[in-house]
């Protein structure tokens, strides 16, 4: 498990800053890419996630406050662990958006239906600094989805990629083992259907 400080330091060096523009607006505009494992089966992608859950998205916030995690008595070695220059974290603004979701049902972890738990990506806006993030996930309030999450004890999941681990769930799902998800990404070729799900729970007990 990774502890907050460690967490937010490897999101950041995941990303790169590909561009930074003022428009015409007044908006000063950060493009952000990353660099992310890509899986080859499911099986794979299962076992690198802590937890698999199906969940609702009920609110959004956006934060760019680091100076929580820069506090931390070990944020000095995790900096130096990762290699980021401290120059970047003093003079980059890192805006994420953090997801609040409903648990519906849970196919691997120790999260319980019911509880509402936070995942997050990097990328949002505030004020009139705009991070676009060409790696985010595009999901909206009250999408019913299939997540797979990567750990961290103090803070908010980050799902493993932008890619393979976001998939729009359907209550027809449960008349057929071989009922295909859809992807929230449209270049996801990882195909996930309901006995792959069960599989991953049968796994569990």
């Not at 523009?21 to 794979?44: A, C, M, P, R, W």
């Not at 000095?76 to 980021?84: C, K, P, R, V, Y």
């Not at 359907?170 to 309901?194: C, G, I, P, R």
Request: aromatic share 8%; hydrophobic share 40%; proline share 1%.
């Amino acid at each position: 498990m990774k502890n907050t400080a460690r967490y937010i330091l490897f999101v950041i060096a995941t990303f790169l800053i590909v561009g930074c523009q003022n428009s015409d607006n007044g908006l000063t505009i950060h493009e952000v890419s990353g660099d992310y494992e890509i899986f080859q089966d499911v099986d794979k992608l299962a076992d690198a996630s802590e937890n698999i859950v199906r969940a609702r998205i009920i609110d959004f916030t956006v934060s760019d406050d680091l100076l929580m995690w820069r506090e931390e008595d070990d944020f000095e070695s995790e900096l130096e662990d990762t290699g980021i220059d401290r120059d970047i974290l003093d003079d980059q603004i890192f805006i994420f958006t953090i997801y609040t979701v409903d648990i519906l049902d849970v196919y691997k972890g120790d999260i319980q239906v019911g509880e509402q738990i936070e995942f997050m990506q990097l990328g949002g806006q505030i004020g009139n600094v705009l991070f676009i993030n060409n790696d985010e996930v595009e999901v909206a309030l009250e999408d019913d989805l299939i997540l797979f999450l990567s750990p961290n004890d103090e803070g908010p999941a980050m799902l493993l990629n932008p890619i393979q681990t976001a998939y729009h769930y359907s209550h027809n799902a449960s008349k057929s083992l071989n009922h295909k998800f859809k992807s929230v990404d449209s270049e996801n070729n990882l195909e996930l259907t309901s006995g792959d799900l069960n599989e991953i729970s049968d796994r569990e007990e």
